[in-house]
């Protein structure tokens, strides 16, 4: 009987076959003798039940049928998870090889609920960007971004009874609601370690690619959801810090229109950055910035 701890992956997969071995080769590749693997197919008919027929004796369990959606396929196989440590590898990313070794050592500390390293963004044409954890220690932190990348995101399979399955009130964010959920019911909180233990693949139907501004959306609802976890003074500083965010982001925006030689556009953002905080000595610079004659070259 192995001493290493019984480590649960649910690979979701639909419509995916062009990346799906990659997938599973890097998983594969672990060598990881006290895996369970569940797969949890939507029905695919590009040829990815194919494929995971070719490998189903290293599956523990698979299925292809029709799911609502992302977190509703999960939630298949995180039912079914027997686990001690749980993680899900979706089928265009990859594990780093090593990874479930090196994952398995650190929830040995039996005070460590769940590990979180940092993760890689790929693409097709050989690139790659490190996508590192962001501060997670204070709760303020989890409002101001969402720290943890989910590729590289291992727990203790006895959350799904502290907090339950993934929640399909938030399609493209549903990870960042479950990180909020171990944070602030389950009182957990992440062991950072200095590795990378997974990639995520940037393609054209990845959700990251797709419709970016969804994420937003959710993030938002999100965090207003959890904003009952934070003290009066919290909330504050929450507050003043997205309105100085908000207004660097507009000034950028004013700085840009001017480098293209759009004043008119300019004027307008630099207009309403005044109108937010009149008592703004930056944006009331760069509103006469934007009303100075301009030179040849465009410039103010």
């Known amino acids: 009987m192995s001493t290493l701890p019984k480590i649960t992956i ?3 997969s639909f419509k995916q076959v062009q990346y799906l071995e990659e997938t599973i080769k890097s998983i594969l590749e672990q060598d990881y003798p006290n895996l369970e693997w569940l797969v949890v197919d939507g029905g695919s008919t590009d040829g990815s039940v194919d494929l995971i027929r ?16 992302h977190p509703h396929a999960l939630n298949k196989g995180y039912e079914r998870a027997t686990g001690d440590v749980i993680c899900f590898v979706n089928s265009d990313d990859t594990l780093d090889r090593g990874a479930l070794h090196y994952v398995a050592k650190q929830f040995q500390d039996p005070t460590v609920n769940w ?8 693409n097709d044409e050989g690139e790659d960007w490190v996508y590192g954890v962001k501060p997670c220690a204070k709760d303020t932190d989890w409002f101001r971004h969402n720290p943890v990348p989910q590729i590289s995101s291992f727990w203790r399979t006895e959350a799904f009874k502290k907090v339950g399955g993934f ?7 549903f990870d960042f609601e479950y990180w909020m959920r171990l944070y602030f019911k389950a ?19 990845s959700k990251t690619c797709l419709r970016p501004d969804l994420f937003v959306t959710d993030d938002k609802g999100i965090r207003e959801e959890y904003a009952i976890y934070l003290t009066p003074a919290q909330r504050e500083f929450i507050e003043r810090w997205r309105q100085h965010r908000d207004m660097q982001k ?3 925006l004013v700085w ?8 008119k556009s300019a004027r307008k953002l630099a207009m309403q950055a005044v109108r937010e905080n009149a008592l703004s000595v930056n944006n009331w610079w760069l509103m006469y910035a934007t009303l100075r004659p301009t030179t040849a070259n465009g410039n103010p």
């Open 115 to 122: 590990v979180v390293g940092w993760a890689k963004y790929f």
């Open 10 to 12: 649910i690979t979701p």
């Open 187 to 205: 009182g957990w909180k992440p062991k950072v370690v200095r590795r990378c233990l997974g990639s995520f693949r940037l393609q054209p139907n």
């Open 256 to 263: 840009q229109a001017l480098k293209s030689k759009d004043t």
């Open 167 to 173: 929640t399909e009130k938030y399609l493209w964010s």
């Open 54 to 69: 070719k490998y189903e004796k290293h599956f523990t369990w698979w299925v292809s049928e029709k799911d609502r959606n």
């Open 250 to 252: 507009q000034r950028n």
